[in-house]
């Protein structure tokens, strides 16, 4: 009696990817009607956000002056 390895691992091949595929179309089928029951029994809340007033600050010159100068002398400290 002889055995075909090769057709004998085609056959586990396809029964374990079959198995798999099917095992994901049955779970993806399970999460949609678990949405379904969830949005259904628990629907979500609508979230009221107060608008807050955004006051943008704009740097005026004398900050950028000082933070320059402050770079300047920062640098001039370092080198000696």
Known sequence: ME???ISEA???MVLGMGI??????????????QAKLLSKFFP???IKVAKKATVKTVPSNATKV???IAAVQ??????G
Do not use: D
């Open 20 to 33: 798999v595929f099917s095992f994901l179309i049955i779970l993806i089928f399970v999460l949609k009607a």
């Open 44 to 46: 979500q809340k609508e």
């Open 10 to 12: 085609l056959k586990f």
């Open 66 to 68: 000082a933070a320059i």
């Open 74 to 79: 920062h640098h001039n400290n370092i080198k």
């Open 3 to 5: 055995i075909n390895y």
